[in-house]
């Protein structure tokens, strides 16, 4: 392979230097793309960007409505994230009271206490973050023969 230029740290570089860049940049590369959509076509534009075609399509319905400043993304919580980590250190002690809790117990609970509705998937990572892990048995095979599981069991429990 010919030597370049760019590099892997010179890539790295320039994504710290964008992401530094925060909203200003996600709306200058937004507007980038929409500009080389229009040079180059949609199809192209979104191969070499690696970006789905609807995006492109979405960025340029917004521009087109309400203006660039409607390129930003809008945080879906004021303050940052949904579960905060309160939430997960009672969570933690609910776990820790009942280790057999599910997660719509965990969900009732947290509507219950906080008034904080999520979702049963959020409540899953949220015990899988403090710890928790569903141990399940195995199921037995359809053709497996009992007699055959019994004798096995007295052989090797001596």
Known sequence: MPKTIIDKDLSDKAKLALSKLKQNGVIANRLKAIIAAHNHGVGKVSEVLDIDRTSLFRWASKLNNDGAESLINVAKHKDGIKLKNYHK???????????????????????????????????RRAMKSVGFSYITPRKHHYK???????KFKKKSSI
């Open 144 to 150: 497996q023969d009992k007699n055959e599981v019994g």
């Open 89 to 123: 250190e009672q969570i933690a002690k609910w776990i820790k009271i009942n280790p057999n809790i599910t997660r719509q117990s965990i969900v009732q609970k947290l509507k219950d206490k906080f008034n904080l509705e999520i979702s049963l998937s959020t409540a």
